[in-house]
């Protein structure tokens, strides 16, 4: 597609429910990365992909999350048992390559807030 | 822990005046510096990528200088107007351990007409 593509831009859900985020990247961008910004924060780094391989999933923060990308191209980030720590908005960004030098292409993120 | 450090947190200017932001980061392993601008409600939007030491970008009435030696950048914004009100979030790329960027804080820019 055109741009990076997020959905839902929205998501209110129940403490203790599962979540699922999709990410739709720029078409022939390998690198795909998740991000997590709350309020007053900077984006903070969660896993990034290299092709259908999670090349570095360091940054997610408990055995809750998990994200995976089948084809290489649309990742999905899966939270369990969501907490109200959890709310957040979750950035998807892509690039060519991991040098990043043209920059990274960010989604318009989606907001989740745990009840 | 690498970390990228952002001053001021936030500022606030009138419209017309110049104004600028400090970027620190680790210099060890320094792969990439980028910076970014993010609109409320919008994505975040690549700015610069920057990785020589001494490099100047310019786009506009915004420029950034980087010093990989002493690991800083700086961004300038000349004649500030309403429309530059966003935060701007720089972040950095080592050449070790992880292969993505790692942003600071960002430093919310607000200029009042």
Excluded at chain 1, 16 to 27: F, M, N, Q, W
Excluded at chain 1, 65 to 71: I, M, Q, S, T, Y
Excluded at chain 2, 76 to 104: H, N, V
């Amino acid at each position: 597609g055109a741009g990076v593509s997020q959905t839902p831009s929205n998501k209110v859900t129940e403490k203790g429910k599962y979540v699922e985020l999709r990410c739709d990247p720029i078409s022939g961008h390998t690198a795909l990365y998740w991000y997590r910004q709350s309020l007053g924060q900077g984006p903070e780094f969660l896993i990034y992909f290299q092709g259908t391989g999670a090349a570095d999933d360091s940054g997610l923060p408990n055995d809750r999350f998990f994200a995976v990308r089948p084809e290489g191209s649309v990742s999905t980030l899966k939270i369990q048992r969501t907490e109200r720590g959890d709310s957040a908005v979750y950035l998807c960004a892509s690039s060519l390559g991991t040098g990043g030098f043209g920059g990274y292409t960010f989604g318009s993120g989606t907001r989740l807030t745990v009840v | 822990i690498l970390n990228v450090e952002q001053s001021p947190q936030s500022l606030h200017v009138q419209e017309g005046d110049s104004t600028n932001f400090t970027c620190s980061f680790p210099s060890s392993n320094f792969y990439a510096l980028h910076w970014y601008r993010w609109e409320t409600a919008k994505s975040p939007e690549a700015l610069f990528v920057m990785t020589l030491n001494g490099d100047e970008k310019k786009k506009g009435r915004i420029s950034a200088t980087l010093n990989t030696k002493e690991g800083y950048s700086y961004l300038y914004i000349k004649g500030s107007q309403p429309e530059d009100s966003a935060t701007y979030l720089c972040a950095s790329l080592w050449d070790m351990g992880r292969r993505a960027l790692t942003f600071g804080s960002g430093t919310r820019l607000q200029v009042q007409p």
